[in-house]
Nanobody, 116 residues
Framework: QVQLVESGGGLVQAGGSLRLSCVAS????????MDWYRQAPGKQRELVAR???????SYGDSVKGRFTISRDNAKNAVYLQMNRLKPEATAVYYC??????????WGQGTQVTVSS
């Protein structure tokens, strides 16, 4: 089992920044991909950023150039630096730790609210 704990969410004005953290504990695997997803009220959960175990990084189109994902394998952590936040970024942000066909764990989520 793997436990994921997200932190760093909160209320920020449009144009501001937040940094989310996700720390994994338990049966840690070195080959996991770590993602950030978000889900706004009434909308489907969407991929925000991905840091694959091989080092490949990708972003959702709506956050490219403003969000940065980073990873610290020594701390079993993944981070999401969010700059120039927009009101439409308001959502619950979830951390995912997974490997296709092997395991798939999600955190409990952290709320991000961007006021206009």
């Amino acid at each position: 089992q793997v436990q994921l704990v997200e932190s760093g969410g909160g209320l920020v004005q449009a144009g501001g920044s937040l940094r989310l953290s996700c720390v994994a504990s338990g049966s840690i695997f070195s080959s996991a991909t770590m993602d950030w997803y978000r889900q706004a009220p009434g909308k489907q959960r969407e991929l925000v950023a991905r840091f694959a175990c091989a080092g490949n990084i990708s972003y959702g189109d709506s956050v490219k150039g403003r969000f940065t994902i980073s990873r610290d394998n020594a701390k079993n952590a993944v981070y999401l630096q969010m700059n120039r936040l927009k009101p439409e970024a308001t959502a619950v942000y979830y951390c995912r730790y997974w490997r296709a066909g092997a395991y798939d764990y999600w955190g409990q989520g952290t709320q991000v609210t961007v006021s206009s």
